[in-house]
């Protein structure tokens, strides 16, 4: 069962210097909701909140509550490696560990969690994994070799499958095709759309026409003038969003006018 995300009051510091104010948000399960706005609105520093990745940079901190399923994210008993357990996270640059084969890089989030597998369950999950991120086909054949040896589009497929090899339920995913061409980008996009059958996914994207494809929501965030924290304007159905959002300045960065 995928989860349901209640974002509260949500405000996010790096020591002194206030990145993001007030967000509240309500993600839906087995949805995709994509974040857009202009660089440096906060967007990705958000996004680092939702699996506590944000509280690893030194000085960093967050006030307000993250809620999966009822369930305070930044109550002090919760352990944040279990949150990164449910949530699992894909980067803006492909990143596979370069040393490992590819069946060792679907396999590293897995064995970083201590889980012990005999060799028939690693081989299973492998499959499954890249299976899930439509990647088995064109690596079956060579799950030995170096994950950098990949294409750059096969690398990000990749790293899904690390990601869900975990066996998350919430996916966030930081600009995934900002590094990859149009094709490559196409088969990511595609490998969403079916991954919301049983994920929750967020999303930060730079390009709207991707937004408008991909997402069921879109949340624009913008920034009054360059120092002062980011905010949510609005969240809205992404059909609304791009044909009749509820603020202007949504438009006019939605038409181009800005931003």
């Known amino acids: 069962m995928s989860k349901r995300i209640d ?3 949500l405000n996010i510091y790096y020591g002194d210097f206030q990145a993001v104010a007030d ?3 309500v993600v839906e399960p087995r949805s995709i909701t994509a974040l857009i706005g202009p660089s440096g609105c906060g967007k990705s520093t958000f996004l680092r909140t939702l699996n506590r990745m944000h509280e690893v940079i030194p000085g960093a901190r967050v006030e307000g509550d993250v809620l999966i399923d009822d369930q305070n994210l930044y109550d002090p008993r919760v352990d944040p490696v279990s949150v990164r357990r449910i949530v699992g996270m894909v980067f803006q640059r492909p990143n596979p560990f370069p040393t490992m084969s ?3 890089n679907v396999l590293a989030g897995v064995r ?23 990647l088995w086909n064109e690596v079956k054949d060579r799950l030995a070799r170096p994950g950098s040896s ?3 589009g096969q ?12 066996k998350p339920e919430v996916l966030l995913m930081d600009e995934p095709c900002s590094a990859l061409d149009p094709i490559s980008t196409l088969a990511i996009e595609d490998l969403m759309i079916e991954l919301k059958e049983k994920y929750t996914i967020v999303i930060v994207t730079h390009n709207m ?24 304007v ?3 159905d992404t059909e609304t969003m791009f044909s009749a959002p509820a603020h202007k300045e949504t438009e006019d960065y939605i038409s181009g006018r800005f931003g």
């Open 7 to 9: 974002v509260r009051d």
């Open 23 to 25: 967000v509240n948000m």
């Open 102 to 104: 590819i069946a060792e």
């Open 112 to 134: 970083l969690n201590n889980r012990k597998l005999k060799a028939s369950e690693a081989e299973e999950l492998v499959e499954t994994s890249l299976r899930g991120a439509n």
């Open 150 to 152: 990949l294409s750059g």
């Open 155 to 166: 690398q990000q497929r990749l790293c899904i499958a690390r990601a869900i090899a975990v």
């Open 209 to 232: 026409q991707q937004a408008a494809r991909v997402s069921n929501r879109t949340g624009f965030f913008n920034l009054q003038r360059t120092g002062d924290p980011g905010r949510l």
């Open 234 to 236: 609005e969240i809205d």
